[in-house]
């Protein structure tokens, strides 16, 4: 790690006059990545739409002749989705197994998989675009499933909607009430951590750890990428709230009682490996994403925990 400024830096006072959050130091710690969990077996679940079965009758009504394309179009965005997620596991664990499965074939998935993990993709559409049957299934498994879970951007609003929250647009409206021109939150963007003493954020008390960054260690702030025009409204019961931002509040939650763990965020934090494998060398700012990749390992580690707690 770079632990004082390099000499190019301190020779040029014009390099060493730039703003940098907190430390105002004009570069990045570099970190290399580290495969620190022996094994874990993981099921990713895609809950983009794959086929026009998948469909409510409102979307089949909506969207017309639409609808091939459109589902056509989610099968393109859900594999990259659901590929940032299994290079996590891949780059963080030694031993990884991964299944990738749909949303409305969790249940039976979990049974035959026996995962340690389960990671839930975004989403693109609105519920009540969605087959019914699918949302009710899902209802009833994450109501009563022991398996850790990790539910990503739209799969939180999932997870916060089958546990009785109401989704609404940023602006606080219906989803159905504005189905286009929403409100965004988009790119990367600083979000307050307010229940610092979650495991998930082990090592922000150690301010000599080296995993967090400074802005984490002395403002307890994430920066995450985001993408979304949809919000929980409030926490649902028995979740607590871990992470809030000025325009979505809910940004991360946890369910840990009734045997159950379940982190759901608002944010992508599975987008760690793809920002790091698209920069030209691993010096530059290869810690992009680095706060959402110490989450997701966190995250696998506490899930082992969690299991080996039930044996």
Request: hydrophobic content about 50%; proline content about 7%; glycine content about 2%.
């Given at each position: 790690m770079l632990d004082a400024m390099p000499a190019s830096?301190?020779?040029?006072?014009?390099l060493q006059e730039l703003p940098f959050p907190y430390n105002n130091r004009p570069f990045c710690r570099y970190q290399p990545i580290e495969k620190r969990i022996e094994h874990a077996k993981v099921l990713i679940v895609n809950d983009l739409l794959r086929y026009e079965s998948d469909l409510s009758e409102l979307a089949k009504a909506e969207w017309n002749g639409a609808a091939e394309s459109k589902v056509r179009f989610e099968n393109k965005i859900s594999a990259m989705a659901c590929n940032n997620i299994a290079q996590n596991v891949l780059r963080l664990v030694r031993q990884p197994k991964t299944?990738?499965?749909?949303?409305?074939?969790?249940?039976?998935?979990?049974?035959?998989?026996?995962?340690?993990?389960?990671?839930?993709?975004g989403t693109l559409s609105d519920f009540d675009y969605y087959n019914p049957e699918h949302l009710e299934k899902f209802k009833k498994f994450i109501y009563q499933t022991e398996i850790p879970v990790l539910a990503i951007c739209g799969a939180h609003q999932l997870v916060g909607m089958s546990f009785g929250s109401r989704l609404t647009t940023l602006d606080d409206l219906e989803p159905s009430e504005k189905r286009t021109g929403r409100i965004v939150e988009h790119q990367y963007r600083f979000i307050k951590i307010v229940g610092t003493s979650d495991p998930i954020f082990k090592g922000i008390a150690d301010k000599e750890s080296g995993i967090w960054q400074d802005y984490t260690l002395e403002d307890d702030i994430l920066r995450v990428w985001q993408n979304h025009g949809l919000q929980v409204e409030g926490?649902?019961?028995?979740?607590?709230?871990?992470a809030t931002a000025y325009l979505c509040k809910n940004q991360m939650m946890v369910k840990c009682s009734d045997n159950q763990l379940?982190?759901?965020?608002q944010f992508h934090l599975e987008k760690s490996f793809e920002d790091w494998s698209k920069n030209p060398t691993r010096w530059e700012h290869p810690n992009e994403s680095r706060d959402g990749r110490i989450l997701f390992e966190n995250f696998l580690k506490l899930a082992l925990e969690h299991n080996r707690r039930k044996i």
């Open positions: 830096i301190k020779a040029n006072p014009k299944l990738t499965v749909h949303l409305s074939e969790v249940a039976e998935a979990a049974q035959t998989f026996n995962p340690d993990a389960i990671v839930m993709s926490v649902p019961e028995g979740f607590h709230l871990l379940i982190y759901s965020v």
